[in-house]
């Protein structure tokens, strides 16, 4: 019963530092020949005899993997996260493409408007933005008999 809980102590101890341990992000993947040591030292279960050192030598190799299956985790969760980001880029670049797209036809369309409105010149640029003038100006072009309105 006490070999179980100082197991269950070791594994805790491991699956600690692993959640303490901060990763850098790094651009390139990490090499699959460097393996993960934890901080606490495997040499001192060695000292003891045999049978004990059989026990120690499992812990360790327990605590490697819990180690490893944390990192696999971690991985994986990064791994999800960068897909996220990825797709929201995806969708903003879209969306500044749309938006471009929108500003070059708005541009294009106030050139237009800019040659026509040389031939016919508005009385003021407040008429324009006001849109209670707007619809009066409409209003009088209809009563107008000369005047007819074209839908492009």
Not at 65 to 79: H, K, Y
Not at 102 to 112: E, F, G, P, Q
């Amino acid at each position: 019963a006490q070999i179980h809980a100082q197991d269950d102590d070791v594994q805790e101890h491991a699956k600690e530092e692993v959640a303490t341990d901060v990763v850098p992000p790094n651009p390139t993947s990490p090499s699959p020949s460097s393996p993960v040591i934890p901080s606490s030292p495997p040499h001192q279960s060695l000292s003891p005899p045999q049978p004990q050192a059989a026990e120690g030598s499992s812990h360790v190799f327990q605590q490697v993997l819990d180690t490893c299956s944390a990192l696999v985790l971690r991985v994986e969760g990064l791994e999800t996260a960068n897909a996220a980001q990825q797709l929201e880029i995806v969708k903003l670049k879209a969306r500044v493409r749309k938006l471009e797209k929108l500003n070059k036809v708005k541009s294009s369309k106030l050139r237009r408007l800019r040659k026509v409105g040389t031939s016919q010149r508005i009385k003021s640029s407040d008429d324009v933005e006001n849109v209670f003038n707007q619809g009066r100006i409409i209003v009088d072009m209809e009563t107008d008999e000369g005047v007819e309105l074209v839908v492009d």
